[in-house]
């Protein structure tokens, strides 16, 4: 069965600190992740998935097929960055995390 | 263009009713799926529709349905709602479904069942 296990609820780190949202799946095939974002009072929206190996306001995400993780990064956090955060894989429909809901203090 | 579009925003029912939401996807998009998201359980899929055809299904009971129209427009219904219904119910269309196609998300109905 697939899975998508956001072991955080609740995150909060200072503004400029480095900010790290933990994803792990559970998927016997080929996995295609992604992170979706939801500002307040904005639909939800994609951030970034894993095969465009992008950068989208400063955050990156990267596959580790071993430790079976699709962590979403950034070195310096900002306060715009507060937002409600979902890790999800595709596997024929899209599995959702529970959310991290991360806040920037300034 | 014009998002995706989900009526109504809002909607209070009484447990027993039933009630149905609407999804009009953008321009161009086939593919509509529902969710439902509540604090407790997060997003949980509920469907999805391709060309008037169900692809997939979650674990929800038969209380819950959808349909998709030749216009890619989608509907879903429940019957003999529940307090624990009471959720918000988001719709996400996408060109096509596929493991790597972007979704895009409607603002929501947000049910709630007294």
């Known amino acids: 069965a697939q899975r998508v296990t956001q072991p955080e609820k609740l995150l909060s780190v200072f503004k400029g600190a480095p900010v790290e949202l933990k994803c792990n799946y559970s998927?016997?095939?080929?996995?295609?992740l992604f992170w979706y974002v939801q500002y307040s009072r904005q639909r939800l929206q994609l951030l970034l998935r894993h095969i465009s190996r992008e950068s989208i306001k400063g955050f990156t995400a990267d596959l580790n097929k071993g430790e079976t993780s699709f962590h979403l990064k950034k070195p310096f956090a900002q306060e715009e960055d507060s937002a409600m955060y979902y890790c999800?894989?595709?596997?024929?429909?899209?599995?959702f995390g529970q959310g991290t809901r991360l806040t920037i203090n300034p | 263009k014009a998002g995706v579009t989900q009526t109504p925003r809002y909607l209070i029912k009484t447990r027993g009713q039933q009630v149905t939401l609407s999804c009009s996807p953008i321009?161009?998009?086939?593919?509509v799926s529902w969710y439902q998201q509540t604090p407790g359980q997060g997003l949980q899929f509920l469907f999805e529709y391709f060309s008037e055809t169900q692809r997939n299904k979650g674990n929800f009971p038969g209380r819950f349905s959808g349909r998709q129209f030749s216009n890619s427009r989608s509907e879903m219904n429940v019957s003999t709602l529940e307090l624990g219904d009471s959720a918000l119910y988001l719709c996400?269309?996408?060109?096509?479904?596929?493991?790597?196609?972007?979704?895009?998300f409607g603002q929501g109905t947000r049910l709630t069942v007294v």
């Open positions: 999800a894989l595709s596997a024929q429909k899209l599995v």
């Open positions: 996400a269309s996408s060109f096509i479904p596929g493991s790597n196609t972007e979704a895009f």
């Open positions: 321009s161009g998009h086939r593919s």
């Open positions: 998927y016997s095939g080929s996995p295609e």
